[in-house]
């Protein structure tokens, strides 16, 4: 069965410093989709980058990076010059391709500290 | 653009009482549509997914079902709701063929 892990419960940082979140995976398919989302205190889930598997290069976006280690099956997420609005739980989560269902992780509630 | 809504936002419900979350899609056609529930602020569990009219697949055994009389609406019902169903719900969409899923603003329920 397919499992993400985000180790890290709670983390915090300071405004305009760079944080990285962890997560791991657990999966046997080669074809595949990596996601991070972010859930602000209103709770609506908010795609924050993605990342094809077949894919070597890191995605990025903006001030979010991800470091996608496929043989290690990791998948962290770095967030530089952080600003208070990132403060939010951030889920890692994981599809394979053409199945219906995506996999989430535990989360990690990301603190900002002014 | 596509746009997806649900509804209502907040519920209160007595144990006993029937359920209807409501979700539409706007802006697309044929999309696949997801409900997620998440419990106690953590992971989301897919609860049930559709990939056209009247076409529902569960993934999780409950007391909940799911519905989709048109092509972008999918409602989430329950004849009678248990105190294990508080949560928050979450209808969320895919185009079909494309892997990133968008999801609503989601539905507070509590049952009391």
């Known amino acids: 069965a397919q499992t993400v892990t985000q180790s890290q419960p709670e983390m915090s940082v300071q405004e305009a410093e760079t944080v990285t979140l962890s997560c791991t995976y657990d999966?046997?398919?080669?074809?595949?989709?990596l996601f991070w989302y972010k859930q602000p205190p209103s709770r609506q889930m908010i795609l924050v980058i993605r990342?094809?598997?077949?894919?070597?290069q890191n995605a990025t976006e903006n001030r979010f990076s991800v470091n996608f280690q496929k043989a290690a099956k990791s998948f962290s997420l770095k967030i530089s010059d952080s600003q208070l609005g990132d403060a939010a739980m951030y889920f890692c989560?994981?599809?394979?391709?053409?199945?219906?269902?995506?996999?989430f992780g535990q989360g990690t509630r990301l603190t900002i500290n002014p | 653009s596509q746009t997806i809504h649900q509804w209502p936002a907040t519920l209160v419900q007595p144990v006993g009482s029937p359920l209807s979350l409501e979700c539409t899609v706007e802006?697309?056609?044929?999309?696949?549509l997801y409900w997620y529930r998440q419990a106690a602020g953590r992971g989301l569990q897919l609860l049930f997914y559709s990939v056209g009219i009247g076409q529902i697949s569960s993934e999780v055994p409950q007391n909940l079902s799911a519905s989709r009389p048109q092509d972008r609406q999918f409602i989430l019902s329950s004849k009678k709701l248990l105190l294990s169903d508080s949560g928050f719900y979450l209808c969320?969409?895919?185009?079909?063929?494309?892997?990133?899923?968008?999801f609503g603003e989601g539905s507070w329920l509590t049952v009391v």
């Open positions: 990342q094809e598997a077949y894919k070597q």
């Open positions: 802006g697309t056609s044929n999309p696949n």
């Open positions: 969320a969409w895919r185009r079909q063929g494309v892997d990133t899923i968008y």
């Open positions: 989560a994981y599809s394979i391709q053409g199945a219906q269902k995506l996999v």
């Open positions: 999966t046997s398919e080669s074809d595949y989709y």
